[in-house]
């Protein structure tokens, strides 16, 4: 994680989460579920998620560090519930 101030924005506080799922299908579902989750307070941060080669890499900013540090950990909260949702019954699970 890389918590740099931004000069260039109005959002002074960025950093960078990237995961790797090892495959593209487990990412999106990750994806996919944490997508629907939108930020509690969007006028103070901002979070921008992409899928690439098995990764989920997810883009915070903030206009406070407090802000920034909230969002994140609650973030990583639901996407530890949803990786371990996936370990438990994703692929290769019997119905």
Known sequence: MDVTPDAQSQWDF????EVD????ENASIVY????VDKELQPDKVKRLMTVSNGKLLVHFEAI???FLRAS????????TLA???IE???PGMEL
Not at 14 to 17: G, H
Not at 32 to 35: D, I, R, V
Not at 72 to 79: E, I, K, Q
């Open 14 to 17: 960025s950093c960078d989460l």
């Open 21 to 24: 799922f090892g495959s593209e």
């Open 32 to 35: 996919a579920t944490l997508m």
């Open 64 to 66: 406070e560090a407090r």
């Open 72 to 79: 994140f950990s609650a973030f990583v909260d639901v996407l």
């Open 83 to 85: 990786t371990k949702t």
């Open 88 to 90: 438990e019954f994703g």
